[in-house]
């Protein structure tokens, strides 16, 4: 009896914890609907409303590309995912890059690119990336950006991780930057990242992913990233 009652306790448990992870993943389908109707003024990612229901049974969405960007869509297609165990959690979400604010992308950027700085290692493999930077990233600044960062240091034009670094030096060093250029990067951390992320849409995103991949679990990445536990 004793041992039935046990079994019985385990199953009802089971199936609470279940119920409820089906109800956080549904909750968070619903969100990721929200962002993509508010953040293209009223469209929804599964399509009109006689083809909806059947879209998202199937799994086939429609994200406007053309109206949001490379990070918001991230977050979105994993929150409308067809498989609910795949959906991230809360938790997840709120760590996602997409609700940030511009001092937190400058510090993500900074921290990735110190990590990087140490050594030589597989990050470095990673986050290297031609579509991500078009090619040679220095022709997409400013020429007076341009000039300034051939003036002080050898920067590799093909590289991510040296992208990386031009940021991070040219916020270190702001208060030590002509006029003119502090003016062309603007004089708020919104304007700074405005500046490179309207030239380097993908950077953010894809340097989020692959350290989420490979450095999530460092010190220095706790804050960015959310607890294994969540």
């Known amino acids: 009896t004793e041992a039935m009652k046990s ?34 003024d009223g469209i929804h990612p599964f399509g009109d409303t006689i083809h909806r229901q059947t879209n998202i049974v199937d799994g086939i969405s429609r994200l406007s590309s053309n ?7 991230d977050v979105i297609s994993s929150m409308i995912g067809r498989r609910p165990t795949d959906r991230p959690t809360a938790d997840a979400v709120l ?25 030589s290692c597989e990050l470095v493999e990673r986050l290297e990336n031609e579509d991500v930077i078009g090619g040679n990233w220095l022709t997409r600044l400013s020429p007076e950006l341009q000039t300034d960062l051939r003036r002080f240091r050898s920067y590799n034009a093909h590289s991510v991780v040296h992208l990386l ?19 062309c990067l603007g004089s708020t951390n919104e304007t700074f990242m405005e500046y490179f992320t309207s030239r380097f849409p993908k950077l953010l995103i894809h340097t989020y992913i692959v350290c989420r991949l490979s450095v999530s679990h460092e010190q220095q990445f706790l804050s960015y990233y959310p607890s294994s536990k969540g």
């Open 165 to 183: 670094r031009a940021i991070r030096n040219k916020k270190h060093h702001f208060k030590d930057l002509t006029d003119e250029l502090r003016r």
């Open 7 to 40: 079994s019985s306790t385990e199953a009802m448990t089971s199936f609470s914890h279940s119920t409820a992870t089906m109800t956080r993943s549904v909750d968070v389908f619903a969100a990721g609907c929200v962002y993509h109707y508010v953040l293209t």
């Open 95 to 119: 760590h996602h890059p997409f609700h940030w604010n511009a001092e937190t992308q400058i510090r993500f950027l900074a921290t990735v690119s110190d990590r990087v700085d140490k050594e």
């Open 67 to 73: 109206l949001i960007n490379y990070v918001a869509l």
